[in-house]
Protein backbone atom coordinates (compact mmCIF):
# COMPACT_ATOMS: atom_id res chain seq x y z
CA UNK A 1 0.00 0.00 0.00
CA UNK A 2 1.21 3.22 -0.77
CA UNK A 3 0.80 6.18 1.50
CA UNK A 4 0.99 9.40 -0.10
CA UNK A 5 2.53 12.68 1.76
CA UNK A 6 0.87 15.84 1.15
CA UNK A 7 4.10 18.54 0.17
CA UNK A 8 3.80 21.84 -1.20
CA UNK A 9 4.51 23.66 -4.49
CA UNK A 10 7.40 24.87 -2.39
CA UNK A 11 8.62 21.83 -0.86
CA UNK A 12 8.34 20.08 -4.18
CA UNK A 13 10.53 22.34 -5.80
CA UNK A 14 13.26 22.21 -3.35
CA UNK A 15 13.50 18.32 -3.29
CA UNK A 16 14.00 19.20 -6.86
CA UNK A 17 16.69 21.21 -6.28
CA UNK A 18 18.49 19.09 -3.90
CA UNK A 19 18.19 15.91 -6.79
CA UNK A 20 19.99 18.61 -9.06
CA UNK A 21 22.61 20.14 -6.47
CA UNK A 22 23.28 16.31 -5.24
CA UNK A 23 23.59 14.87 -9.50
CA UNK A 24 25.35 18.15 -11.12
CA UNK A 25 28.82 17.05 -8.91
CA UNK A 26 28.44 13.25 -9.65
CA UNK A 27 27.79 13.84 -13.36
CA UNK A 28 30.96 16.19 -13.65
CA UNK A 29 33.17 14.05 -12.08
CA UNK A 30 31.14 10.90 -13.83
CA UNK A 31 32.28 12.45 -17.12
CA UNK A 32 35.64 13.55 -16.19
CA UNK A 33 36.22 9.49 -15.44
CA UNK A 34 34.74 8.47 -18.57
CA UNK A 35 36.65 10.52 -20.79
CA UNK A 36 39.94 10.06 -19.13
CA UNK A 37 39.26 6.37 -19.73
CA UNK A 38 38.42 6.66 -23.08
CA UNK A 39 41.88 8.64 -23.46
CA UNK A 40 43.61 5.67 -21.98
CA UNK A 41 44.70 7.98 -19.26
CA UNK A 42 45.94 5.69 -15.85
CA UNK A 43 43.45 5.33 -12.93
CA UNK A 44 45.72 7.94 -10.55
CA UNK A 45 44.83 10.85 -13.43
CA UNK A 46 40.94 9.80 -13.44
CA UNK A 47 41.17 9.95 -9.33
CA UNK A 48 43.62 13.46 -9.31
CA UNK A 49 41.11 14.81 -11.85
CA UNK A 50 37.58 13.86 -9.70
CA UNK A 51 39.23 15.07 -6.12
CA UNK A 52 40.40 18.65 -8.55
CA UNK A 53 36.43 18.87 -9.59
CA UNK A 54 35.51 18.22 -5.91
CA UNK A 55 37.49 20.65 -4.34
CA UNK A 56 36.53 23.28 -6.67
CA UNK A 57 32.62 22.38 -5.19
CA UNK A 58 34.13 23.17 -2.36
CA UNK A 59 35.78 26.23 -2.55
CA UNK A 60 32.23 27.55 -4.70
CA UNK A 61 30.49 27.24 -1.08
CA UNK A 62 29.09 23.70 -2.23
CA UNK A 63 28.42 21.31 0.88
Not at 24 to 42: D, E, R, T
Amino acid sequence: MVVAIPISRAERCQLLLLLVWINYPVAVIGSIVIWSLSQNFGNGVVWFLAWQVISIFAALGVK
